[in-house]
């Protein structure tokens, strides 16, 4: 039917329902010259005499229509693993602590609610999640140990992170001192620059989603809403990218102006998020505050933040622009990934009129930072005087990020040798070696052997362009 | 320093880029209301929504217009109440009743969420020979709106859009029981 003649046909149905004629057919053939319209309105009429009640109550109870039954209860064994407690619930599944029985450790599992666990495409956003996660290695992302099924029941175990996360300590108003704030934002980019190394995007960054430990090491929850390269996601067998088009993802407080404009996101969303998560850090206040989240949303797409120093008169120049350069609205304006990010924020130990110790109140993070890159000495090797500085400008000039993270690591290697062996501090080597320009990544590895491997094997990186 | 490069929305009459958050807040509203739910009280979907609407629409915000409010909160109830019966698995159920027992369910109005996902389908279907129709559906099923009201949140007169509601409950109906054109 074209346009016309459904209009044609409406026109005709409203008249008949306004006032029913007795011979229908008759009254159609007088009015109507087109059978094509003709039998479209007897059709309707009948449809619309045998509807019945359809439709004339709104859709039932919400509370019945959205109820959620838990998948697991505690004390319950799925598996190996037997649940303790529900220590979370996400937008679309609920976390547990349980006991691996096998091996006697605590573990976290997350699963679906039981309404959820059959759908296909909630299933491929667990099953793309733990992809995500277990396709990074990383002291700041959480390690997936498995993606199991029990009776239907899909879920994913996870190493079991004791702390307390960002937003607890912001909702607590716990204000972080100018070196915890260094050490939090450069382990968060550290971490996040891994995964923007493997092209991935996390795209639901905020404070819930990262977490203290204990012993001070920062660690990013959640990859339920990140996405992956095109390329890993058809090599996972992955029949198509589950969030279809016009769906929601993400949580608006944190949402970049392009996401609120409904364009897709990429590596620099997390950017902005990131920028969004260190401001509220840093002064207990979000960025684009607003009483609503609708007002804050207009807010993000218009309005600057109130400078930080308002707040925070002791933060460096340096941590503020980069702060600053995050909360940019135009994509193009803030750094493309956390890479550059990590690159550019400043090392706690130079920056500022007071020299910060690298070992504060967050210590025990940087030990076990350093434990950790001993743990990758095999890769140190001595670089000859002033490699290390080419090293940053390949970096900065390579097509890759994994190339870039490389040459970034490589550089930092040198470095760490060249201290252990002199025995010199090594923000003093580094001054001293480096002039006026630091090599800014060295405190946190931004990834691990296989992908520097990867580089050095010559194999292709991920552009920029293929991450979106 | 911050480059003050505003991407602000092409038009600002437009409040489409707001959609996730109305979806948001209707969601998070949901579940709110489920924690406090006390047994023999239902949870009405325009409850829900008038309730988010007096929450995001306040003075200065980008929201001007209760129409357009309306029009996102409805089709954003839409995309959670079927997804959720999707989830469910509605479809199967849906398919596994006889052509006669499903349209006894649909005159009957008893067919619970099994027939949405199947009404959504054919709503999608509906929409191309005529959004408009598609718009009164969400507004008056799926927040359940008043004719009155729905009439005002499109602009049309009450007498209008009772016609063209049973217009579409004709045509869907037809759809859904297989009835031949």
């Given at each position: ?159 079991y992170i004791e702390g307390r996360t960002l937003h607890d300590e912001i909702v607590n108003g716990d204000r972080p001192s100018y070196a915890r704030l260094i050490d939090t934002a450069r382990q968060l980019a550290s971490a996040l620059a891994s995964a923007h190394a493997a092209g991935i995007t996390h795209r639901d960054l905020k404070p819930e989603n990262v977490m203290r ?256 | ?181």
């Open positions: 039917m074209t346009p016309e003649q459904w209009r044609r046909a409406r026109e005709l149905f409203e008249a008949a329902i306004d006032d029913p004629p007795t011979d229908l057919p008759r009254c159609l053939a007088d009015r109507c010259d087109d059978h094509v319209v003709r039998r479209e309105v007897a059709s309707l009429m009948r449809n619309h005499a045998r509807a019945g009640e359809f439709l004339t109550h709104p859709v039932g109870d919400l509370a019945e229509l959205l109820e959620e039954t838990p998948p697991f209860a505690p004390g319950q064994t799925v598996g190996p693993y037997r649940i303790d407690a529900e220590v979370g619930r996400g937008g679309m599944g609920r976390v547990y602590r349980a006991k691996d029985t096998r091996l006697n450790r605590t573990v976290a599992i997350k699963a679906l609610p039981a309404e959820l666990a059959p759908d296909p495409s909630q299933r491929e956003r667990l099953r793309r999640e733990a992809r995500a996660a277990a396709a990074l290695s990383h002291p700041g992302i959480c390690t997936v140990y498995a993606l199991d099924e029990v009776d239907g029941a899909l879920y994913i175990v996870t190493g430990t204990v012993d001070g090491r920062i660690k990013i929850l959640d990859f339920g809403l990140a996405r992956q390269p095109r390329a890993a996601l058809a090599a996972a067998g992955a029949a198509s990218i589950v969030t279809h088009a016009g769906a929601v993802v993400g949580t608006p407080a944190y949402m970049a102006p392009e996401q609120l404009n409904g364009q897709p996101a990429d590596l620099r969303t997390d950017v902005f998020a990131f920028g969004v998560l260190m401001y509220e850090y840093a002064t207990g206040r979000h960025p684009f505050d607003a009483p609503t989240a609708i007002a804050r949303a207009g807010r993000v797409l218009t309005a600057e933040p109130e400078p930080l120093a308002r707040y925070r008169a002791d933060l460096s120049a340096a941590l503020v622009s980069v702060i600053d350069r995050c909360l940019a609205k135009a994509p193009d304006e803030r750094f493309a990934s956390a890479i550059d990010l990590l690159g550019a924020l400043p090392e706690a130990e130079t920056v500022g009129r007071r020299a910060v110790p690298l070992v504060g109140p967050s210590g025990t993070t940087a030990i076990a930072d350093t434990s950790w890159w001993r743990m990758h000495q095999n890769r140190d090797r001595a670089l000859p005087p002033g490699r290390h500085r080419g090293l940053v400008r390949e970096g900065r000039a390579a097509r890759s990020n994994v190339g870039r993270l490389h040459c970034v690591e490589r550089a930092r290697h040198g470095l760490e040798h060249a201290q252990r062996t002199s025995g010199v501090h090594r923000g003093d080597a580094r001054r001293r070696a480096d002039g006026a320009a630091p090599l800014r990544d060295a405190d946190h590895p931004g990834r691990r052997s296989d992908h520097g491997g990867d580089a050095r094997r010559g194999r292709p990186g991920l552009d920029h362009g293929c991450l979106t | 320093m911050t480059q003050a490069v505003t991407t602000a929305p092409s038009n600002p009459g437009d409040a489409h880029h707001l959609a996730p958050i109305v979806y948001d807040e209707l969601r998070r509203l949901a579940r709110t209301y489920m924690r406090r739910e006390r047994p023999g009280q239902t949870l009405e979907a325009t409850a829900l929504v008038h309730e988010a609407f007096l929450r995001l629409a306040d003075a200065g915000t980008p929201w001007t217009d209760r129409r357009h409010f309306l029009g996102i909160a409805a089709r954003s109830m839409r995309q959670i109440l079927v997804e959720r019966a999707r989830a469910r698995g509605a479809q199967k159920r849906w398919a596994g009743l006889d052509p006669v027992s499903m349209t006894a369910a649909l005159e009957r109005a008893s067919a619970g969420d099994a027939a949405l996902p199947a009404i959504d389908e054919a709503l999608t279907r509906l929409e191309q020979v005529d959004p408009e129709q598609a718009r009164i559906v969400e507004l008056r099923y799926f927040i359940g709106l008043s004719v009155e009201e729905s009439a005002e949140a499109l602009n049309i007169s009450p007498a209008t859009l009772k016609r063209r509601w049973a217009l579409a409950r004709a045509w869907l109906f037809r759809e859904l029981s297989g009835d031949p054109a």
